[in-house]
């Protein structure tokens, strides 16, 4: 992945349920660091990877929790059958 803007974003990849959890987090802390192997914050300009093996069959939602940005459409679905 590769953060072509000017601002900080993330990628968080987990269940929307969990996203809607992280993102009240965020609310309250919009400058926490991600120790975790779904989630990658990007600096302006930068670049990341996450490699993941899905284990279990769902649906699973990629998204920029950083304040504002989900709502700006800042996610997407992954469907694993």
Known sequence: ??????EDHEFILATVAE????????????????????AKRLLPH???EIVWKFTKRGQ????????GHYEK???GKIIVK
């Open 60 to 67: 699973f939602e990629f998204a920029c929790l950083i304040p």
């Open 19 to 38: 996203n809607r959890k992280h993102a009240e987090a965020m609310k309250k802390s919009p400058d926490m660091e991600h120790d975790d192997p779904n």
């Open 46 to 48: 930068g670049h990341g």
């Open 73 to 75: 459409g800042m996610f």
């Open 1 to 6: 992945m590769q953060n072509d803007g000017e």
